[in-house]
């Protein structure tokens, strides 16, 4: 018996050791073997990792004035799939709209999915009615931002968020599923209007440009706003800062717990202009004399553009963060074209192309003969006339004080046409002249193959109109600028740069454009004494009676010009008018060029604006003080310019008859080519399409809600129900 009952106990003992040895086994392998297995299964804590945006760097004028920045701004996130698990806790099953669609058929199809706007409604909106934090928005927005991103990406319920609201959400959110506040950076661009054109305008951040594999190194990838226009588009890898990341902590109830690490962005880098915003103000607050226009001043020394303007203009900040739909429209629609920078769109110079023509005289020996007028000249059976009835004989350096077409026909035809496009290629006219903004058109300076690819033969009535900027001779302010600096220091031809420099913010310089000479016209047949009788008949134009351009004699400097005064296709705008300029004459300081579209001659409506832009310019080097300040928008007009006269000047004591006006040369202008005399006008299709802010629908409005009696929000309510059950 006691044997018996011995081998049944150790039986017994043998069987719950076995027991234990498998339970510590089966411990092992669930503790340690497939630890992380089962840890990914249990509920609790997880790590998620969110891209913060760099800062974007700032944009400063040659001074180191700021002009662009970008200020703190906070952003109200929705993580939309975390809104649909916590609405699945608490209901049964997801709430269901459907919607129409035609397929690649034309067919009518119904879709069903998510009602993501009643999830929405019904799990995160009464915490934000409590906060009275609730906006108006794009209801239908967010059904197409969760139906083609299936909540991936945080969809952005508001982007205007106070820092008191921001404060406020911060104290009180106790557990509002899937809705987080973003820190970013909002573009400013400080003196409003001012240099528009010049800086362009900013894209909210697009998820479709992001390569997938950059997407999946963060949980949430927000990304960086980007520049679409001007200096912001052509400088965006350098501005664009240098992300960082931040590691958040959720526990088991998808609630934020802390911050785990943060990396912290970057800046971008500053970009210094070679602008002076002094001179740029000064420039834009001449040129709104005139409803449409544009003006450029260059630094004959060195090509570095110190203002260059277009009127009616727009303000960048309108489009940021996003733009209205309805301001959108106004700039777009406006017949005016705000956005369209008529500083590098090229138009018939008129009598101001004479200028390159006396230069290309000077590779043959054209320069050195007198020509006569005589009201003109023929060209087959048609006489093409003068702006005067007869200037007789006369040498170039006169032909210029006086304007004489029929001097520069005969001089131009005697010059040859390969001169004159050897001479115009070296100055750079008709080609871009890579200036970093966008936007910019070449111009065209006709030539015998040019002409032949429109079906036409060349002829010495094409030579004669290129002569006075006519016919298919086109040019942008900004050329004829750099053609002025060119005469003015004697036959350098600078590369027309603006950016002078890109720094760090730790001071390092990481790019920097020197002046760069792109031809020496002295080293290329023309010699400085010829050079400086082209330069004396400019002085002559203002200084001299009898010139074409008394009005712009100036009592603070020697200012020396050429008008020009071109006739155009357009009935309602027979005429544009144009002035190019430099002063002091000895080591000239500024070389200008002012276009005004529909104004009635050079001398009237353009050297006047010159004028002022050069005197206000030069009182800066004796010590005056402008404070620059912000602008609003230009408005654009449609009225004929006939002349612009600022305070203090007396117009009256100027003979109207030394203007320099256009000849009908329409009979010389086959029907093909008069097509091409139009302005590159811009339209809603050739800009670059701003991000444009969503208008609210019906559904999406809910900011009334914040001002009705508030019911309590209970973030963790669904447990509560779990329990009743």
């Known amino acids: 018996m006691v044997t018996q009952f011995r081998i049944r106990l150790y039986l017994l003992a043998l069987l719950v050791m076995a027991g234990f040895s498998l339970l510590v086994y089966r411990l092992y392998q669930i503790q340690v073997v497939e630890h992380e297995t089962y840890a990914a299964k249990v509920p609790g804590s997880k790590f998620e990792s969110v891209?913060?945006?760099?800062?974007?760097?700032?944009?400063?004028?040659?001074?180191?004035?700021?002009?662009?920045?970008?200020?703190?701004?906070?952003?109200?996130?929705?993580?939309?799939?975390?809104?649909?698990?916590?609405?699945?806790?608490?209901?049964?099953?997801?709430?269901?709209?459907?919607?129409?669609?035609?397929?690649?058929?034309?067919?009518?199809?119904?879709?069903?999915?998510?009602?993501?706007?009643?999830?929405?409604?019904?799990?995160?909106?009464?915490?934000?009615?409590?906060?009275?934090?609730?906006?108006d928005y794009s209801a239908s927005s967010m059904r197409v931002h969760y139906r083609s991103t299936r909540g991936i990406v945080p969809f952005t319920y508001r982007r205007d968020l106070s820092f008191k609201e921001f404060a406020r959400f911060a104290e009180n959110n106790i557990g509002i599923p899937g809705v987080t506040v973003t820190r970013t950076g909002r573009r400013r661009y400080l003196y409003d209007?001012?240099?528009?054109?010049?800086?362009?305008?900013?894209?909210?951040?697009?998820?479709?440009?992001?390569?997938?594999?950059?997407?999946?190194?963060?949980?949430?990838?927000?990304?960086?706003?980007?520049?679409?226009?001007?200096?912001?588009?052509?400088?965006?890898?350098?501005?664009?800062?240098?992300?960082?990341k931040l590691v958040i902590e959720k526990n088991e109830k998808g609630k934020i717990v802390g911050e785990v690490s943060r990396t912290s962005p970057k800046p971008g880098s500053d970009v210094f202009l070679t602008i002076d915003a002094r001179i740029q103000s000064i420039t834009e607050r001449a040129l709104r004399k005139v409803g449409r226009g544009a003006a450029v001043v260059v630094d004959p020394q060195s090509g570095d553009i110190l203002s260059i303007a277009s009127v009616p203009s727009f303000n960048p900040n309108v489009f940021i963060p996003e733009v209205n739909i309805d301001d959108w429209k106004r700039y777009t629609e406006d017949p005016t074209s705000p956005m369209f920078s008529r500083a590098i769109n090229p138009y018939s110079p008129g009598s101001t192309c004479k200028i390159p023509i006396a230069l290309a005289g000077c590779l043959s020996d054209s320069w050195k003969y007198r020509f006569s007028c005589g009201g003109g000249a023929h060209y087959g059976n048609k006489f093409m006339k003068c702006w005067s009835s007869g200037h007789g004989s006369v040498d170039c350096s006169t032909a210029i004080k006086v304007s004489c077409n029929g001097f520069f026909y005969r001089y131009a035809n005697h010059t040859g046409i390969r001169n004159i496009q050897t001479v115009t290629s070296l100055l750079g006219m008709g080609k871009k002249t890579g200036i970093k903004i966008t936007g910019e058109n070449p111009g065209n300076i006709p030539s015998p193959e040019w002409l032949r690819m429109q079906g036409l033969l060349w002829s010495d009535a094409f030579t004669a109109l290129v002569a006075i900027g006519q016919g298919a001779t086109e040019a942008t302010p900004l050329q004829m600028a750099s053609v002025t600096a060119t005469v003015a220091n004697g036959g350098k031809v600078y590369q027309p740069r603006i950016i002078k420099k890109v720094v760090e913010k730790n001071g390092e310089i990481v790019s920097e454009e020197p002046p760069n000479i792109k031809a020496d016209l002295t080293k290329e047949g023309i010699t400085a004494e010829q050079i400086e009788m082209i330069k004396r008949g400019m002085?002559?134009?203002?200084?001299?009676?009898?010139?074409?351009?008394?009005?712009?004699?100036?009592?603070?400097?020697?200012?020396?010009?050429?008008?020009?005064?071109?006739?155009?296709?357009?009935?309602?705008?027979?005429?544009?008018?144009?002035?190019?300029?430099?002063?002091?004459?000895?080591?000239?300081?500024?070389?200008?060029?002012?276009?005004?579209?529909?104004?009635?001659?050079?001398?009237?409506?353009?050297?006047?604006?010159?004028k002022r832009i050069i005197e206000d310019a030069t009182t800066l080097e004796q010590g005056r003080k402008i404070e620059v300040t912000a602008l609003p928008e230009a408005i654009g007009r449609t009225d004929r310019v006939m002349s612009v006269s600022f305070a203090n000047s007396d117009l009256d004591a100027f003979a109207m008859a030394d203007e320099d006006t256009s000849v009908d040369v329409a009979d010389f202008v086959p029907e093909t080519l008069q097509q091409r005399q139009r302005t590159y006008r811009s339209s809603s299709s050739s800009l670059a399409r701003p991000t444009i802010k969503q208008t609210t629908d019906r559904r999406g409005q809910v900011s009334r809600m914040n001002s009705k009696p508030k019911p309590k929000f209970r973030p963790f309510q669904w447990l509560k129900r779990k329990k009743n059950r």
Not at 575 to 589: D, G, L
């Open 51 to 135: 891209r913060i945006p760099g800062i974007r760097g700032e944009i400063k004028d040659r001074n180191g004035l700021t002009i662009v920045d970008s200020t703190p701004n906070y952003e109200l996130q929705f993580d939309l799939r975390q809104i649909v698990e916590a609405y699945m806790k608490t209901h049964e099953e997801l709430p269901k709209y459907t919607w129409e669609r035609f397929d690649s058929r034309g067919l009518r199809q119904k879709k069903t999915e998510t009602d993501i706007v009643r999830v929405v409604e019904e799990t995160v909106f009464p915490g934000l009615q409590e906060l009275g934090m609730l906006a």
């Open 193 to 244: 209007s001012l240099a528009c054109h010049i800086l362009g305008y900013m894209n909210l951040a697009d998820i479709d440009q992001v390569p997938e594999e950059k997407k999946r190194e963060f949980n949430y990838y927000v990304g960086d706003d980007y520049g679409v226009m001007g200096i912001e588009k052509t400088m965006d890898h350098y501005l664009q800062g240098k992300p960082g």
């Open 539 to 610: 002085w002559r134009v203002v200084n001299e009676g009898g010139g074409t351009a008394g009005r712009a004699k100036s009592e603070f400097t020697v200012l020396s010009g050429k008008t020009g005064t071109a006739q155009t296709a357009n009935p309602l705008q027979p005429t544009n008018a144009w002035f190019i300029a430099f002063a002091p004459y000895e080591k000239p300081k500024y070389a200008v060029c002012v276009f005004v579209e529909n104004g009635n001659s050079g001398g009237g409506a353009a050297s006047p604006i010159a």
